[in-house]
C-alpha cells in the first residue's frame, strides 16, 4: 500500500504515464528489450518522450525502509530499502515480460480472447479472435 501510494503520487506529480506499453517491434529479444526496460523508464505527459521511473523505484524504496523499521532487531534499514528496490527491478521486469507476451501464449495454448456483444438476439456470443 505504502508503494503503491508514492508511486500514484510520484506519477500524478511528474505526468507520468502509468500504463505498460506494448511493443509495435517484432521479434521476441526486441519485445523482451522493450518489456524490460519499461519497467526503468515511462512515457511523460507527450507520450513521445521516455523519462526515469523514479516514483517507481522511490515508492520501492519507502516501503522497504517503512518495513524494516517495524522488524524486530534490525540495525540497517537501508539494506531493506535497497533489497526492495532490486525486487521491484526483477518482479516489475517479469511482469512486464508476462504482460508483453500474454497474448501469444493464450494463443500457443489455442486459447482465444472472446468478445461479447450486446443486444445479440442468440444465446451463444460470437467468438471474435485477437
Not at 510520484?10 to 506499453?21: C, I, M, Q, V
Not at 518495513?67 to 540495525?75: K, R, S
Not at 530499502?81 to 508483453?100: K, P
Not at 500457443?108 to 445479440?120: D, S, V, W
Amino acid at each position: 500500500m505504502v508503494q503503491n501510494t508514492w508511486v500514484a503520487a510520484g506519477n500524478a506529480l511528474l505526468d507520468y504515464e502509468p500504463r505498460y506499453d506494448f511493443c509495435r517491434c517484432d521479434g521476441f529479444w526486441p519485445r523482451t528489450l522493450h518489456a524490460i526496460s519499461r519497467n526503468f523508464v515511462a512515457y511523460n505527459r507527450t507520450e513521445r518522450e521516455l523519462r526515469p521511473q523514479m516514483p517507481t523505484y522511490t515508492g520501492a524504496f519507502a516501503s522497504g525502509l517503512l518495513y524494516n523499521t517495524w522488524l524486530p532487531g534490525q540495525n540497517n534499514i537501508w539494506k531493506g530499502g535497497a533489497l526492495s528496490m532490486l525486487s521491484q527491478a526483477g518482479i516489475g521486469s517479469g511482469y512486464n515480460f508476462v504482460s508483453e507476451f500474454s497474448l501469444d501464449i493464450l494463443h500457443a495454448f489455442g486459447l482465444k480472447k472472446e468478445i461479447h456483444r450486446k443486444g445479440t438476439s442468440d444465446r451463444s456470443p460470437p467468438k471474435i479472435s485477437q
